[in-house]
Structures are given as structure tokens and as C-alpha cells.
């Protein structure tokens, strides 16, 4: 997978889901359920990476809070419940060594350019697809 470009594994911003940090943690929910993610990024109004939600992020804070309900999970902001480098992007120019290393760990990898804007993400299945057709 050395000489492969992450551009070349790529899936664009517009074919992934995405949160914004405008958005509450019902209307998270709602959309990793509705597209059948464990993990979603979520990026600022303007396209830049903030972080990866998952839903273990959703179901620790459903638990901390033994009075929860439905209603509740709209008085509060998906960007409460990120944490730090989580889930760490690579620029758009990374190696696929770099690319390789993380993609162990995590079931996507986003993808940034120079300004930390999402472009998309590189995704373990994708990588994988990769391998098996270069040795095939």
C-alpha cells in the first residue's frame, strides 16, 4: 500500500454524514441511527474537523444522566461530549504508512487539508479492499 494515494481511498465529504456543532445530541442519534453509524464526524459551520462522536460518547452521557429522556437530549450540544484526539485526521498528503497506523485503531480515518477542513474519510473496508486487490 505504499505508493497508494489517500485521495485514491477516499470518500468524499458529500457521500459521508456528518455532524455540525450546531446540532443537539437527539439529532445525533437520530442521524447515526439513520444511517447505521457507530461513529460519526463532526465538523464547525465551516467544514473544519472538530472530532469523531461515537456511540459509546452517546451512551456514557445517557448513563451519567440518570433523570435522561428524549426532550433532555435536545437541551444539549453534540460538541459537549467530544473528546480530544479521539479520533485524529490525517492531511490530505499523508503516507500510507501514516494512513496504515491508524486505520489499525479506528474504523475510518478522516481525511484534512491545510486549513483542518473535512474532506472525507478513508475507511478500514476501503483500505482493506485495496490490499486484497494489489495481491490479487
Not at 57 to 69: F, G, K, P, S, T
Not at 107 to 116: G, I, L, S
Request: net charge negative.
Amino acid at each position: 500500500m505504499e505508493k497508494t494515494n489517500v485521495l485514491f481511498l477516499l470518500t468524499p465529504k458529500t457521500k459521508v454524514a456528518c455532524l455540525t456543532e450546531s446540532m443537539n445530541v437527539r439529532q445525533a442519534l437520530e442521524k447515526m441511527r439513520a444511517h447505521g453509524y457507530s461513529a460519526i464526524p463532526l465538523i464547525a459551520e465551516d467544514g473544519r474537523y472538530l472530532g469523531t462522536i461515537s456511540e459509546g460518547d452517546l451512551l456514557w452521557h445517557i448513563v451519567q444522566d440518570e433523570d435522561i429522556r428524549m426532550e433532555g437530549l435536545e437541551d444539549v450540544l453534540i460538541t459537549q461530549l467530544l473528546k480530544a484526539n479521539k479520533v485524529p485526521a490525517v492531511k490530505v498528503d499523508a503516507d500510507a504508512g501514516e494512513l496504515a497506523d491508524m486505520i489499525i485503531n479506528q474504523n475510518f480515518v478522516p481525511v484534512v487539508d491545510d486549513r483542518n477542513v473535512l474532506m472525507g474519510i478513508v475507511t478500514r473496508k476501503r483500505v482493506m479492499q485495496e490490499l486484497f486487490r494489489k495481491e490479487a
